[in-house]
Nanobody, 130 residues
Framework: QVQLVESGGGSVQAGGSLRLSCAAS??????????MAWFREAPGKEREGVAT?????????YYVDSVRGRFTISRDRAQNTLYLQMNILNPEDTAMYYC????????????????????WGQGTQVNVSA
């Protein structure tokens, strides 16, 4: 089992920045590789993955086109914490942001298919005003 708790959401103006955190816990984290990801869900839209990273390779990360160059995913191994640094925010980034984990990934970059992710946090809200 893996438990995920997000924090760091809030309200900012367009052009601003936020850093989201996801505190991960559970014995499985230390014994099994995972894909870790950030998803977001805006009102009336499907939940979409925005960034992923492997727990066995911090250089194996992936971003969707809409956030590439503005968002950075990273991990603090010692603290078992996942981060999402979000810069140059715009109103289209307004959504509930979720942390997710998928155990035992196959080789290569982690993808953003929602069905692959077994463990989810409760979400943290991000609001960006124009």
């Amino acid at each position: 089992q893996v438990q995920l708790v997000e924090s760091g959401g809030g309200s900012v103006q367009a052009g601003g920045s936020l850093r989201l955190s996801c505190a991960a816990s559970g014995a499985q984290l230390s014994s099994v590789n995972h894909c870790m990801a950030w998803f977001r869900e805006a009102p009336g839209k499907e939940r979409e993955g925005v960034a992923t990273i492997r727990t066995d390779n911090d250089n194996a990360y992936y971003y969707v086109d809409s956030v590439r160059g503005r968002f950075t995913i990273s991990r603090d191994r010692a603290q078992n914490t996942l981060y999402l640094q979000m810069n140059i925010l715009n109103p289209e980034d307004t959504a509930m942001y979720y942390c997710a984990a998928a155990p035992r990934p196959s080789a290569g970059l982690c993808d953003t298919r929602r069905v692959r992710y077994v463990y989810w946090g409760q979400g943290t809200q991000v609001n960006v005003s124009a």
